[in-house]
Nanobody
């Protein structure tokens, strides 16, 4: 059984920063794809960042590139999302997702992930 627990979401003002955490248990974290998704009310779920835990290789969607950084602390089985220069458009429920790595590699496609956390709310006020 895979369990993912997100934390760190809160209300901040535009231009501020937050760091989200995703603590993983119950699976082989050392060789996994870990990704961050977000979903705003009335909008589609959007994949924004992904990391391969073994190598640290990362990928980002254009909407957050240059502002958000995904990283991992393998000793803590935890993945982080550092969010800087936050905008009101970043307001959403943020979800962590995980999947055991396969030779096809890591993606930021929601359909490629079977394991999801419950989410943490980020609200950015103007």
């Amino acid at each position: 059984q895979v369990q993912l627990v997100e934390s760190g979401g809160e209300s901040v003002q535009a231009g501020g920063s937050l760091r989200l955490s995703c603590a993983a248990s119950g699976y082989t974290y050392r060789s996994a794809c870990m990704a961050w998704f977000r979903q705003a009310p009335g909008k589609e779920r959007e994949g924004i960042a992904v990391i391969y835990t073994a190598s640290g290789s990362t990928g980002y969607t254009d909407s957050v590139k240059g502002r958000f950084t995904i990283s991992r602390d393998n000793a803590k089985n935890t993945v982080y999302l550092q969010m800087n220069s936050l905008k009101p458009e970043d307001t959403a429920m943020y979800y962590c997702a995980a999947e055991t790595w396969t030779p096809r590699g890591c993606t930021v496609r929601g359909l490629d992930y079977m394991n999801w956390g419950q989410g943490t709310q980020v609200t950015v006020s103007s």
